[in-house]
């Protein structure tokens, strides 16, 4: 039978299944290659490299055709270089990037939640920052102000009606100040606004607010803060094919709100320029994961020795004959009396079989007070207190480094002055760039957010410098106290500078004085003497007049009188 014959009576399904069989096995050794007709190593060899070969060439012509999509051209004022690597697989489909790392945001929180070293240190940050969330009031020493940035003096400049304007539009997070309709609104005070950013920043790395423009969208009417967990950067592309659209606000995994450049202000606490990021920053609780799990662990073992510890703190032995039914009787007893919490703190009780009767107990060498690890809680607390910014003391903790006191000494004033400059100082600064660049530039971008009063030290300078260099008409407009409009108000408060400015005075009325009577006098010439002056003309005559034609004093109306009397009595 013909090969084609027999592939026809292989592949008919009709056929019965055994001659089937058979006519494969036929075709099959018809076409059987032989040994002679075999490839040898070499040629197996040969085929593998091109097919290696050919492999590699395939993928590097795909990344050629990949490469102009990463790196697109822009215009002249955009950066060429990738921000963003998307072939790291955290886009999603749809077009945002998911937080990159092991720990997401749900574990971040969480991890936050269980730790109380963290939320205090949270607590007392927001504590902090809540206290400079006013404006400027006499009397107070931390406050918050609106002024232009050209204005390098803070508080020396003269508050307008666009500062005071701009600092209650921050006081109270939008133009609407009427607390009902900021609630119907969903604005908050600033004082909320700075607590739930603190802890956002301090849990996740990042802090955002959504920015609602007026009618005609040409300014910032309010802000309200979101929660920072819940945002997504759109891709290099944008978020489904929407390139305005540069975030997303996902919710259980579901995309619900789109945000474009006016609508968002997303600040990071750690920002970071690893392409495999996505542009999120780096949470401080992410830095110190082992350290929590660590302090978590201590803390659950000192808090199961109280009430699940089986350790004992003995062994008593019995010594005497006794049956198994006085031996369990006993133990029952002596557990009952000495077991702890949750029985906790078993005894083991011996039996000896001695002729001599009795009871001895052995105290172990190890006690439960010396297994608390208390010098390992104390670096714990240092190495999160040192990634919050924070000293131990801030947080009622020993310190861990012996070159500092614990809680009492000398250093503790230079030790939270150094925690402030660490920790709290760069938070505000933070603040008052979101403030400034986020929400002000929009309005006027004239105008800058500082926080005064950080340093009370500084404070104190400033104010013996504005004493020595102020007049007392500056410090009455500084203070916003009325002005009499007297002359004595141009002094100055240095007392140095007041004999000199008595001196100037003294000279400037003379001067004025002069200046009236030459222009009084009218026909006299410049060289002129004032009237009543020494060398004055009108005053040698008036000495010629009271004295005779020989130089003798003649007495004037007021001396004749007296004369007269004299006259009289001799």
Request: contains cysteine; aromatic residues 8%; negative net charge.
């Amino acid at each position: 039978m013909r090969p084609e014959q027999l592939a026809f009576f292989a592949s008919d399904t009709r056929a019965p299944l055994q001659e089937r069989a058979h006519a494969r096995a036929e075709l099959e050794s018809i076409y059987r290659p032989t040994s002679s007709e075999m490839p040898s190593q070499a040629d197996v060899a040969m085929i593998r490299d091109a097919v290696l070969e050919w492999q590699q060439e395939e993928q590097f012509a795909k990344a050629q055709q990949l490469a102009p999509r990463l790196v697109s051209p822009r215009g002249p004022r955009e950066p060429k270089s990738v921000i963003v690597d998307e072939m790291s697989g955290n886009v999603i489909a749809g077009g945002y990037w998911e937080r990159s790392g092991l720990y997401g945001t749900d574990h971040l929180r969480l991890l936050v939640e269980q730790m109380p070293i963290i939320n205090g240190a949270i607590v007392r940050r927001q504590n902090q920052t809540g206290r400079f969330a006013r404006s400027y009031e006499r009397g107070r020493d931390l406050y918050f102000e609106v002024r232009r940035s050209d204005n390098q003096d803070p508080g020396q400049g003269k508050r307008g009606r666009e500062e005071m304007a701009l600092e209650q539009f921050v006081l109270h997070s939008g133009w609407e100040r009427h607390p009902v309709a900021m609630a119907r609104l969903g604005r908050e005070p600033i004082t909320a606004v700075l607590r739930k950013g603190v802890r956002d920043l301090l849990t996740y790395g990042c802090w955002a607010l959504e920015t609602m423009g007026t009618r005609n969208g040409r300014m910032i009417d309010g802000l309200s803060v979101i929660d920072a967990s819940t945002i997504r950067f759109a891709s290099e592309q944008g978020y489904d094919g929407d390139d305005s659209i540069i975030a997303v606000q996902v919710i259980n995994g579901i995309p619900q709100t789109a945000y474009s450049y006016h609508d968002l202000v997303y600040t990071l606490l750690d920002p970071r320029a690893d392409v495999r990021s996505g542009g999120y920053g780096y949470a401080p609780p992410e830095m110190i994961v082992k350290i929590c799990t660590g302090w978590l662990n201590a803390m659950n073992y000192n808090m199961a020795g109280f009430d699940k510890n089986a350790i004992p703190k003995g062994l008593l032995t019995v010594v005497g004959s006794y049956d198994a039914k006085q031996a369990n009787a006993f133990k029952r007893q002596w557990n009952a009396m000495v077991k702890g919490v949750n029985n906790a703190w078993s005894l083991p009780v011996l039996f000896s079989d001695n002729k001599d009767g009795g009871a001895s107990f052995e105290r172990f060498g190890i006690e439960f007070d010396e297994m608390m690890f208390s010098k390992w809680m104390v670096w714990l607390t240092s190495i999160i207190a040192l990634v919050y910014g924070m000293d131990p003391i801030e947080l009622h903790s020993e310190s861990f480094s012996a070159g500092r006191s614990s809680l009492s000494g000398s250093d503790r004033a230079e030790a939270l002055a150094d925690a402030r400059d660490t920790g709290l100082e760069p938070l505000l600064t933070l603040i008052e760039d979101t403030y400034t660049n986020g929400i002000l530039a929009r309005i006027d971008p004239d105008f800058i957010l500082r926080f005064n009063g950080l340093r009370p030290t500084d404070m104190a300078w400033e104010h013996e410098v504005q004493k020595l260099t102020m007049s007392v008409r500056q410090l009455k407009e500084r203070e916003g106290i009325e002005l009499l409009g007297e002359a004595w108000e141009d002094a100055p408060l240095n007392p140095s500078l007041q004999s000199i400015y008595l001196q100037q005075l003294q000279a400037q009325q003379q001067q004025q004085a002069a200046e009236q009577q030459q222009a009084g006098g009218g026909a006299g010439q410049p060289g002129d003497q004032p009237p009543g002056q020494p060398g004055s003309d009108q005053t040698t005559r008036q000495g010629q007049e009271q004295q005779g034609g020989n130089g003798q004093p003649v007495a004037t109306d007021s001396e004749a009188p007296e004369t007269a009397d004299r006259d009289r009595e001799q």
